[in-house]
């Protein structure tokens, strides 16, 4: 019959090392124990033996309550998974004979994605003859790139691949928005000058 692996420590009596090295709840190293000594301590502090070092010589044993940080384990790893960010990369495409009309409409979605905390994918599509003038495509990434300077950086450089020239675009990290301090109506008021005192 297979043994069906697990990742979860072995507690208490399902530990089969005949003795361990101990740390105590606090973190304090306490040496090396017979097992049922070690178990006996954890008993006496209605607490559980968890083997946290199974392949030390010998194995490490910690004190603890192995239900209270299986709990604070899981909320941390909960509050981990809230964090992360999911980055979308939209993609916006030009022509290197592009109008000005277009070039603008074009500029504000790659600024909405930006704004929106999208990277983008800006492709520049040459088609027949274009291929022989690619700067053109090259100086449309190039005044991409310095229109949305304060929205964004270009994360990978332009590259031509077979018939397209592209570069990423990646929003700025944003700076958390400090509070501004409150400002004391009465601290910029030079203090009265005391009347003089008669001679």
Known sequence: MKRISTTEPRLNDRIRAQRCRLIAEDGEQLGIFM????????????????????????????????????YEQEQKAKQARKHQTRVEIKEIKFRPKIDKHDYETKKKHVVRFLEAGAKVKVTIMFRGREMV?????????ERLEADIVDLGFVESKPKLEGRNMFMLVAPHKKEPVKAKPVKDENADEAPEAAPAADE
Do not use: F, T, W
């Open 133 to 141: 003038h690619a700067e053109r495509g090259l100086a449309i990434l």
């Open 35 to 70: 097992m049922s000594d070690a178990l006996r301590m954890a008993d006496d502090q209605v607490l559980d033996l968890v083997e946290i070092a199974p392949n030390a010589d010998p194995p490490v044993c910690k004190i603890m309550d192995y239900g209270k940080y299986r």
